[in-house]
């Protein structure tokens, strides 16, 4: 169960171009800064949004999404799929070959979805794949088929993710794919030193067509502050995201372009449930209630949000804006309160990530009107990763009470929203549903 605040926020870029629209620059080098370090090269040992953004001029999958969140070809040039649901079959585009010079094929594709779905791997995205597709086999070098476990409709959406990017096989096998990306993209990795920056240049050999700037290069700040100051002197083109804080400044600037629009982030609260008093419904009900979803979004994203009335964005397919469950009421968060016997309150901790240490703070003050104590532990990205993504016993035994998270709904949309109640390590807040499985 989540309580779900700040909202699907606005995907806001600034700079020169959107990040997802590479091929628009000219320049020799396009310098991008983002507020978080790439946590790997191998994009299916990864679940994090700013580590997918760098790698994704590099990899490719057999799907991807369209500017309109529409599923369009990439390295599969058609599909189907069989009567009952369960058996897929990709036609794989020709003359594909990986930045190490290793054929792009149906082997490829096999060995990919292998190192996923094999019982024995610990790759940090797989787990999805490991619970949704049962088998791969190759057909012939230009076709390959891959059955489900059962009837999965978000099954295209789950390959455009990081875990169904294709990387070179000889490289994984090497295990250099962690340092050294190796896939089929129209940027290769040119150099990536570690706590610094990302290089990435023109691959010579795209399949496609690529009229971006030679190179690409991504550095890494976590002080919105340094973020704004490093797009105003020109030591990079583009900043993502940008710091709502200032977007008002930004916007004014004429040497400044502003990219917004309609985005997919959802950020949220998860609340342990498997641990009181957080497993009483009424708890979570209360907390949502307490909960200033306006006043939060004035305070922390400066109008550039709105307020979230469930967990998908109004990208997706199924989107319902008619929703709205919990208006802002310390009176009836109270009243649940003492339903469920904690009139005076109590205390919870909450794990959050330095960039969302602000909103975790006004939380804090929120939920004191109505008795409960939030002490929030701040922490480095790859350690918020393991409390967030714990087992729930260690979570217990940690105090990880809740965790503040986000995710982009618009890649996986329905597909992490199911998968986040059935399967783990998604299931960070601990809530099941058997009739999702």
Do not use: C
């Not at 171009?17 to 800064?33: D, E, S």
């Not at 409960?372 to 409390?387: D, R, T």
């Amino acid at each position: 169960m989540k309580v779900l605040m700040s909202k699907y926020r606005l995907a806001v870029l600034a700079g020169v171009l959107a990040v997802g629209n590479i091929t628009a620059l000219q320049a020799a080098t396009l310098n991008v800064m983002q507020n978080e370090a790439p946590r790997s090269m191998d994009p299916g040992d990864q679940t994090a949004t700013f580590t997918d953004t760098v790698l994704k001029p590099m990899y490719e999958g057999l799907v991807d999404l369209s500017p309109d969140y529409k599923i369009a070809p990439a390295l599969a040039t058609a599909w189907q799929v069989s009567e009952d649901g369960k058996v897929w079959t990709f036609t794989l585009r020709k003359n594909v070959t990986f930045h190490d010079g290793t054929p792009f094929n149906a082997d490829a594709v096999v060995a990919n979805i292998q190192r996923h779905i094999d019982p024995k791997g610990s790759l940090a995205a797989s787990s999805r794949m490991r619970n949704v597709i049962a088998s791969v086999k190759k057909i012939d070098d230009g076709s390959v088929e891959i059955t489900l476990k059962k009837v999965y409709p978000s099954f295209l959406n789950l390959l455009t993710g990081g875990a169904a990017k294709m990387v070179s096989p000889a490289a994984d096998k090497a295990g250099t794919i962690g340092r050294k990306a190796d896939g089929t993209g129209p940027y290769m990795l040119q150099e990536y030193k570690t706590g610094e920056y990302v290089l990435e240049k023109k691959n010579p050999h795209y399949w496609g067509e690529n009229g971006g700037p030679e190179q690409i290069k991504w550095t890494w700040s976590s002080e919105p502050s340094v973020m704004n100051m490093a797009l105003l002197s020109g030591q990079v083109d583009v900043i993502n995201p940008v710091p709502p804080q200032f977007g008002m400044q930004l916007k004014s600037n004429p040497q400044v372009k502003l990219e917004q629009g309609e985005g997919a982030s959802v950020f949220w609260v998860a609340l342990n449930v498997e641990q009181k008093p957080l497993n009483d419904v009424r708890v979570r009900q209360a907390l949502n209630l307490a909960t200033d979803k306006d006043a939060l979004l004035k305070a922390v994203m400066f109008g550039y949000a709105s307020a979230a009335n469930s967990p998908l964005a109004p990208v997706n397919e199924g989107y319902d804006k008619s929703l709205n469950e919990y208006a802002y009421s310390i009176d009836k968060a109270k009243a649940l309160l003492k339903d469920a016997g904690y009139p005076q309150g109590f205390d919870i901790n909450i794990a959050v990530q330095g960039p969302d240490a602000r909103t975790a703070q006004i939380l804090q003050a929120m939920w004191g009107k109505v008795g409960v104590k939030l002490n929030i532990q701040q922490m480095e990205s790859g350690v918020w990763s393991k409390a967030a993504f714990a087992p729930a016993a260690e979570k217990l035994a940690n105090r990880t009470d809740s965790v503040l998270a986000s995710w982009s709904s618009g890649l996986n949309g329905s597909d992490l929203q199911a998968a986040s109640a059935v399967l783990l390590p998604e299931r960070r807040a601990g809530w099941r549903q058997p009739r999702l499985l």
